[in-house]
């Protein structure tokens, strides 16, 4: 038998012989505490969920290039009061790369925040720097120059 409503669980209590309607009325005050609260915990079990999935989520974005692929822009990215880290690598074969990263402004336009360039003479084939990435704000990658090939990344953390 299925249980609908309220009248169908008198009915199952009387049959079983719990005449006594004081203690199907406690009866059924207890399934509505457990109700409320397992729709509680699940409540709050979504909100956690939601909570985390915020805090975890994607913050990373990268924008490659090849001969003289520029200029060029990455996606964007949400900011989450972290920190994120701006990676350039230039391919090997040389020639340069620059890349800024940009934060986006409440008319509507783009700020620089961070600038990184490598180019032959640079002794490594890859730079990097922290910048901050507040709530609220959206960022992408802006290559400016591309010689030969590289890639730029930007990724919360």
Same mark, same amino acid.
């Given at each position: 038998?299925? %249980? *609908? =409503? @309220?009248?169908? #669980?008198?009915?199952?209590? /009387? *049959?079983?012989?719990?005449? =006594? %309607?004081?203690? /199907? *009325?406690?009866?059924?005050?207890?399934?509505?505490? $457990?109700?409320? /609260?397992? @729709?509680? +915990? +699940? #409540?709050?079990?979504?909100?956690? #969920?939601?909570? +985390? /999935?915020?805090?975890?989520?994607? @913050?990373?974005?990268? $924008? @490659?290039?090849?001969? =003289?692929?520029?200029? *060029?822009f990455s996606t964007l990215v949400d900011g989450q009061n972290l920190y994120g880290r701006f990676t350039l690598n230039l391919r090997d074969g040389g020639g340069g790369i620059e890349a800024t990263v940009q934060e986006s402004t409440s008319g509507g336009g783009w700020k620089d925040i961070a600038f990184l360039s490598l180019n032959i003479t640079s002794e490594t084939n890859t730079t990097t720097t922290n910048v901050y990435m507040a709530r609220g704000k959206q960022y992408r990658i802006y290559i400016s120059f591309i010689g030969m090939g590289g890639t730029a990344y930007l990724r919360g953390y």
């Amino acid at each position: 038998m299925k %249980i *609908k =409503n @309220t009248i169908d #669980l008198i009915d199952i209590f /009387t *049959k079983l012989g719990c005449v =006594n %309607i004081f203690y /199907t *009325k406690h009866i059924l005050k207890g399934v509505n505490i $457990v109700r409320k /609260t397992f @729709t509680s +915990v +699940v #409540l709050a079990m979504i909100f956690v #969920l939601v909570s +985390v /999935t915020q805090v975890f989520a994607a @913050t990373e974005t990268s $924008v @490659t290039g090849g001969p =003289n692929d520029y200029p *060029k822009f990455s996606t964007l990215v949400d900011g989450q009061n972290l920190y994120g880290r701006f990676t350039l690598n230039l391919r090997d074969g040389g020639g340069g790369i620059e890349a800024t990263v940009q934060e986006s402004t409440s008319g509507g336009g783009w700020k620089d925040i961070a600038f990184l360039s490598l180019n032959i003479t640079s002794e490594t084939n890859t730079t990097t720097t922290n910048v901050y990435m507040a709530r609220g704000k959206q960022y992408r990658i802006y290559i400016s120059f591309i010689g030969m090939g590289g890639t730029a990344y930007l990724r919360g953390y």
